[in-house]
């Protein structure tokens, strides 16, 4: 077994692609699938670190054409990739109307465009093989209204559906395309929301006054909990599931 209890033999021989590797939920995810025994690129804009079964990218996933290359120096010097995961993301909080146009745009063109981006490039290419499995890291903001985080909830959402349509049109292709959408957790991004020593308990309680409830399961997640949701549905052990969207948030929407 893989030390986080997968087994090795849901990965072993396979090829792995994460963006958004260098930290965070990307990073977890690259680590758990190198450790179940994946060759697993790990790619972001600026830190790419190689280690292990691990082999590190740079490359921007608002640009197309770097895309594109990553993509093919991976399948080239790793081998084909038959698993993909869209973990790069961006929060750029406010209240909506006073968001502008480039915040707007910048949050949209990693968290949607960026995604999409990413996974229809190896949608592509799976499809010619008959076989692979992309998982989208999303987010509970998708699903539920939050004040202050319209663009990131919007972009979310957009990303959620886009990921929902390419899994029904890769399906007959044997391709699978799968959504986990994290609830608050404890990433740099997270931490940079937390104005005082007492974040985590704000974000556990809730807030009524934001119309945000709090976390039933009393604990913020960790990124190896949404590691492990993606690693499973990137496993043959869900070769029958696809086009679905897994809240991993400890219950924070209540599946609103």
């Not at 973990?87 to 910048?106: N, P, T």
Request: proline letters at 4%; one cysteine or more; a negative charge.
């Amino acid at each position: 077994m893989g030390g986080n209890g997968v087994s090795t033999a849901d990965f072993a021989g396979k090829t792995a692609l994460v963006t958004g590797g260098a930290s965070g939920i990307g990073a977890a995810v690259a680590q758990a699938l190198a450790v179940a025994g994946a060759r697993v690129a790990s790619v972001d804009l600026h830190d790419a670190p190689s280690h292990g079964n691990i082999t590190g990218y740079l490359a921007d996933v608002t640009d197309p054409g770097s895309v594109e290359r990553v993509i093919a120096d991976a399948e080239r010097e790793l081998g084909p990739i038959d698993v993909g995961v869209s973990a790069a993301g961006v929060l750029r909080g406010g209240e909506l109307c006073g968001a502008s146009q480039e915040d707007w745009a910048a949050t949209f063109a990693v968290n949607a465009t960026g995604a999409f981006t990413v996974l229809s490039s190896l949608a592509r290419r799976m499809v010619a093989r008959r076989s692979g499995a992309l998982v989208l890291v999303g987010s509970n903001a998708a699903g539920v209204p939050r004040s202050g985080m319209g663009a990131y909830a919007a972009s979310k959402a957009a990303a959620t559906m886009m990921a929902r349509c390419l899994g029904l049109e890769v399906a007959e292709h044997g391709v699978r395309c799968n959504v986990v959408s994290p609830g608050s957790t404890d990433t740099p991004m997270q931490r940079a929301l937390w104005t005082d020593g007492n974040g985590p308990e704000r974000v556990i309680a809730g807030d009524l006054a934001r119309y945000r409830v709090g976390i039933p399961l009393k604990r913020i997640a960790d990124p190896e909990d949404i590691a492990e949701a993606v690693l499973f549905l990137a496993s043959d052990r869900a070769r029958h599931i696809t086009m679905q969207d897994l809240y991993v948030d400890g219950g924070a929407t209540l599946r609103a």
